[in-house]
C-alpha cells in the first residue's frame, strides 16, 4: 500500500463487517449518526436465508438480507466479497477459490449497481495463505483482501491481499486503549485504524451501546479522514 494522505489528513479510520446479516441495519444506523464509513463483506449464494448461531452460550440471529434488500440497506457504503457460501479456501482447490470469489464479485456487482473491488476471507483461524492471496490477486479483478489476524497498531501495509485490521471490536479493552492513542497521535506518516466484525456479535452481550461509546469517541475529528476501505486504500 503506498503510503497516501487522504484530503491532506495524515489519519483515518475505517471499518469492516462481514456476513450481511440483519443486524447490519442497525449498525448502518449508527454509522450514519457518526458520518462514519464502512465496508460490508457479503456471501451472495447464501442471501435470503434465515438461520441462527450460537456463540458463548448465547443464541444469536443470523439472518441474511435478500438480493433486492441488499442495494437499499447497504447504500452510502462499499459492499465487498466475502465469498458465495463462506468455505476455508485454503481447503479449496485453486479453481475452487476463483469461482467462490469471482462468483461473488460479479453476483455482488450486479446486486449493487457498482464494481466490488474488494473482500474479507471468510472463516476464522487460519482462512487464508499464500497461496490463496496470490490467486486472489492475479486470477480475480479485486484490489485488496483483509484477514482476520489483529496488529494492535496503525502502521500502513505494504501486500493489500493480506491485509490485517488493527483489532476485532470485541476486544473492548484494546479498542478503547487503541482509540485513545490514535486520537492522541501526533504524525508525520499515513496511520490507519482498521476496526472488524460482525454486527451479530454485539447482541450476544448487548455491548450496542459500548461500542456507540467508541463511534463518538472517534468521529468528527478534524485531522481524521473516515472512509470505506477501498477508500483509505486510495482505490475509488
Given at each position: 500500500?503506498?503510503?497516501?494522505?487522504?484530503?491532506?489528513?495524515?489519519?483515518?479510520?475505517?471499518?469492516?463487517?462481514?456476513?450481511?446479516?440483519?443486524?447490519?441495519?442497525?449498525?448502518?444506523?449508527?454509522?450514519?449518526?457518526?458520518?462514519?464509513?464502512?465496508?460490508?463483506?457479503?456471501n451472495s449464494g447464501l442471501?435470503?436465508?434465515?438461520?441462527?448461531?450460537?456463540?458463548?452460550?448465547?443464541?444469536?440471529?443470523?439472518?441474511?438480507?435478500?438480493?433486492?434488500?441488499?442495494?437499499?440497506?447497504?447504500?452510502?457504503?462499499?459492499?465487498?466479497?466475502?465469498?458465495?457460501?463462506?468455505?476455508?479456501?485454503?481447503?479449496?482447490?485453486?479453481?475452487?477459490?476463483?469461482?467462490?470469489?469471482?462468483?461473488?464479485?460479479?453476483?455482488?456487482?450486479?446486486?449493487?449497481?457498482?464494481?466490488?473491488?474488494?473482500?474479507?476471507?471468510?472463516?476464522?483461524?487460519?482462512?487464508?495463505?499464500?497461496?490463496?492471496?496470490?490467486?486472489?490477486?492475479?486470477?480475480?479483478?479485486?484490489?485488496?483482501?483483509?484477514?482476520?489476524?489483529?496488529?494492535?497498531?496503525?502502521?500502513?501495509?505494504?501486500?493489500?491481499?493480506?491485509?490485517?485490521?488493527?483489532?476485532?471490536?470485541?476486544?473492548?479493552?484494546?479498542?478503547?486503549?487503541?482509540?485513545?492513542?490514535?486520537?492522541?497521535?501526533?504524525?508525520?506518516?499515513?496511520?490507519?485504524?482498521?476496526?472488524?466484525?460482525?454486527?451479530?456479535e454485539f447482541d450476544i452481550?448487548?455491548?450496542?451501546?459500548?461500542?456507540?461509546?467508541?463511534?463518538?469517541?472517534?468521529?468528527?475529528?478534524?485531522?481524521?479522514?473516515?472512509?470505506?476501505?477501498?477508500?483509505?486504500?486510495?482505490?475509488?
Amino acid at each position: 500500500m503506498e503510503k497516501i494522505k487522504w484530503n491532506g489528513k495524515n489519519k483515518a479510520v475505517t471499518f469492516s463487517y462481514d456476513d450481511g446479516v440483519k443486524q447490519d441495519a442497525r449498525l448502518i444506523g449508527l454509522f450514519d449518526k457518526y458520518s462514519l464509513r464502512s465496508t460490508f463483506n457479503i456471501n451472495s449464494g447464501l442471501l435470503s436465508r434465515d438461520g441462527s448461531l450460537i456463540r458463548e452460550g448465547v443464541r444469536v440471529d443470523h439472518s441474511k438480507w435478500t438480493p433486492e434488500e441488499v442495494r437499499e440497506v447497504y447504500k452510502g457504503h462499499e459492499v465487498a466479497v466475502h465469498t458465495l457460501t463462506h468455505p476455508n479456501l485454503c481447503d479449496l482447490s485453486r479453481e475452487d477459490v476463483i469461482r467462490e470469489v469471482d462468483g461473488d464479485r460479479v453476483r455482488l456487482s450486479e446486486i449493487v449497481g457498482r464494481d466490488v473491488v474488494g473482500m474479507a476471507y471468510p472463516g476464522g483461524g487460519v482462512n487464508c495463505n499464500q497461496s490463496v492471496a496470490d490467486t486472489v490477486r492475479t486470477e480475480t479483478p479485486l484490489k485488496y483482501a483483509r484477514t482476520t489476524i489483529a496488529t494492535n497498531d496503525f502502521e500502513i501495509q505494504d501486500d493489500l491481499f493480506l491485509f490485517k485490521p488493527t483489532v476485532h471490536h470485541a476486544n473492548f479493552g484494546d479498542l478503547f486503549e487503541l482509540l485513545k492513542k490514535f486520537v492522541d497521535l501526533k504524525t508525520d506518516e499515513p496511520k490507519l485504524f482498521y476496526i472488524w466484525g460482525h454486527s451479530y456479535e454485539f447482541d450476544i452481550d448487548d455491548s450496542w451501546g459500548l461500542f456507540e461509546d467508541f463511534l463518538k469517541g472517534i468521529s468528527l475529528r478534524d485531522d481524521i479522514f473516515y472512509g470505506t476501505n477501498a477508500e483509505v486504500f486510495g482505490l475509488v
